[in-house]
């Protein structure tokens, strides 16, 4: 059967071991045994150490993980870079990789942050976990990441307007 | 015909998806990061596991003083900078969810089922971990255990991942080692591959350009033929003259060819800045709760160095631990104890023996660590007093009531380290209620849950 194979599409067929070398055909055996023992050692842990009525939580956030990173995460950023793709071709392609930059930066802190907010609106019962004033420093880091991004972006314009003169 | 249409679908997702990142080269480069950071956790968790629960026989290094200061904060450090290394990871190999078919043989569907099961240990672990540092538990399950045993199956899903994917990895590091360039290698990918039709998709398109809801959506995300001329231009090589009206179809030809390489060349080179700032951001501003000198940019960590009472943070409160009853006792003492021989101090009798001080830091699991100046009695001279055995444990007990750290076990080789104290003031005054008055273990290189406060007895353990 053919395969639609793309730059990602990295099978165990499509991948075989026929042009490995000996070292590296050993390796691969060592790791795949040693990968397969750590995940028996790391089943039997789960079963040994958490109440078994506390198992199908941990498979539900494990799933629901996948979901949320294929499902939401992933679409987005699909057409956050379709929408700037689109205004590319107005922009300088470097502007443009500035700014894709910039709110990956932004959003990857911000997966971080946000439930830093929330954790903190919530109480933590210690004074000393969660002191800062988060939500002020937030909205510093967005303002910080704006600024530098526009300026960035100013001078690679200025640059790109001053070369094709 | 349905099979036929989903086999579209998933194609033109994968069409879709296309982009110069997304190549096995740009997977190893991201991935080698990756496995490094989880290699650091797991190594380092390892590490803190067995301090607070050691294999029988185990001893441990008490030097450096910031040992466990160092191993926990690279475990968080590493930690959050899994954040944007997963997530570029998962970035470049996502066109895979939709291969076609979806399981090819037996063989694959084990390799689909492993990278699903490496891919929900990986998030759930840094989502665990990160909300722990918060002190904030929604989910249905205990943590420590929980993030235990996902740490061997993350450990064991990487290195059977090395080992499915090794041929890529070794054609990825051969090409490296043979023009000795990471950047410029021209490793097949999606878009070099979009210009030659692949028997696929001729077959099932008959061209190799996308077709159907792909094909307009990316006609309309590319179609702005005024202003094409001068993106080419700003993208290609300058010395490069493709406005010319008179250039030839080989010109024309080859200059999209400069400017589809100088745009691919551009866009790894943005991906890469991207992770690395990325990375370089998430750790800076929060890295300040263990490593002193970026203090001045914590605006992310959940602590603060010099934050609590005394100037160190506290990690359980006397209120959580329900203590402060016992722990003002005017009838407190605390009572050293050897083979039936028992012996009880008051505050005033430690206060009266000979003191000790000694830098030393807290350094908490949660990774925040803080150093303070500590005084009070040698352990070493305790156990002494109850002529306790050189190789002997103690076992530390808290006035807490319930905790799973109420009772703890310490080796012989802190025991009888001679920065080791049962400690009575901190930073110069007496120690606050919050730190363990009246009375607290302090000793180098242990985790802060083990560094016992409000105690009521240590006793030597047969060896």
New interface residues.
Partial sequence: ?????????????A???G??GPA?RV??????T??????????Y??FD??KPA??P??AL???A??V???GV??PL??FCG?LL??A???I???VI??V??AI??GS??S???V??L???S?G?????????D?GV??A??WAAVAVVTAAVSFGLYAR?RR??R | MVQWNM?QV??EA?????SPV???RM?TVIGRLLGLAFVLCFGTGLYSHFLQEPLPGMHFATRPELLYQFTQGTHIIAG?AC??LL?AK????????F???PV??F??FL?RA?I??F???S??QI??G??NT???YP????FR??H?????????????????????I??VWRKEADDGSGDDDHL???VA?DRTA????V??FGSSRPTGVTGR?LA???A?PD??A??T???AP?GLDTGSASASRDDTADAEDAARTA?TR??RR?FL??VG??VG??VV??TGQTVAPLDAV???????KG???QGV?????S??ADVAADALAAGWVLTVAHAGVERSFSRSELLAMPQTEVDLPIACVEGWSQLARWRGVRLSDLADLVSADAAASFRLTSLEKKGAYRQTTMGSEYVRDQLTLVALELNGETLDLEHGYPARMIAPGRPGVLQTKWLSRIEAMDV
């Fill in positions: 059967m053919s395969t639609a194979r793309t730059a990602g599409n990295r099978s165990v067929e991948s075989g071991s042009e490995l590296l390796t691969r055996i060592v790791l795949i040693l990968g397969l023992a750590g995940l028996a050692w790391g089943a842990v789960l150490s958490v506390r198992i939580g941990i956030w494990m799933g993980a996948i949320l990173h294929d995460i992933s950023v699909f379709i793709r689109r590319g071709h107005r300088s392609g470097t990789l500035v894709q930059g990956v930066v990857v802190m997966l971080i942050v439930p830093l929330i954790a903190q919530r933590t019962g210690n004074p000393t976990v969660l002191p800062l988060y420093n937030f510093v880091f790109g070369r094709l | 086999r998933m194609y994968q069409r879709a998806l296309a997304r190549n096995p997977a959050i954040f944007p997530l998962l970035f470049i190999v996502f066109p895979d969810l291969q076609q078919p090819k043989s063989l694959n390799e492993s699903a099961l891919v929900g240990a998030l759930v989502t665990i990160l909300l918060y002190q904030w989910w249905p399950f205990p255990e929980t235990f045993a996902l740490g061997w199956v993350l450990i064991g899903s990487l290195a059977l991942h090395i080992g499915i994917k090794l041929p890529i070794a054609r097949t990918d999606a591959r692949t028997p696929e998709a077959r099932l959506l309309w995300i590319d702005t202003l094409r001068d993106a231009a700003e993208r300058s745009h551009l866009s943005g800045t991207t700032v990325s951001t998430v501003l929060t914590n605006a992310f960590a959940p602590r603060k934050v609590g009472q943070p506290v990690n359980r409160t209120k959580q």
